[in-house]
């Protein structure tokens, strides 16, 4: 059966900038989508800048392309990488199902282990920066830092939304990245974990909080100049800014 556009669109809103871990679709980063009758989808993306890092813009790419081709029904995939510096050798290497050594042979960090230890290296922030969020909202409802350190992911199960903060939408994210790091993610395991997976010490949580807040920070930071500079070059709406009403 043919997928529907809705089952194409899910499918790139799971992929995230590994740099920024928000979605490509809420970063604006998808120009166009398009499924023919047959089931054959075409994406273009565009990023902010076309000096964007030739690393990122090839994990983007290439993770779109996987999560299309995993949509059922799907057939042929093309994703293309619109006005960027090193487009030619992207879309030809993601063309021919290659990975980022093919795109840039000989070059220092192309080799496919290099890239995934970015990938990991950046997971890693994004989980802080997330965990630090959830941690800092149960606090300001009241938590202490030894009850926050004791509670199990199956505590934080049917949490609601905290000030600026979807407690949900955060604590889903930070399994997902969890599971893709190999720490525990299973409703039984410490709802904050260290690096390592292991549980964190009360005692330790006011400097672990200041780590993630400028973590956090910094990725908040780049992902506004990122909505900025599409704004400007495409005139791509900013989710995050409010709209004036006269």
Known sequence: MTPGRAQVEAALAAVHDPELDEPITTLGFVASLSVSDRGDVDVHLRLPTPQCAPNFAFLMVSDARGALRGVPGVRDVSVVLDDHYTGGEINAAIGRGGDFEDAFPGESGAAPADLEALRELFQRKALLARQGRVCAALQGGGLSAADAVALRVADLQGLSPSNDVDLRAEVA?????????????????????????SALEAADLPLWLRRARLVGLSLESNGGICRSLLHVRHGVPDPTQEVAVA
């Open 173 to 197: 994210r930070c399994l997902v990245l969890r599971r893709a790091l190999g720490l525990p993610f299973d409703p039984g395991s410490f709802a904050l974990v260290a690096g390592d997976g």
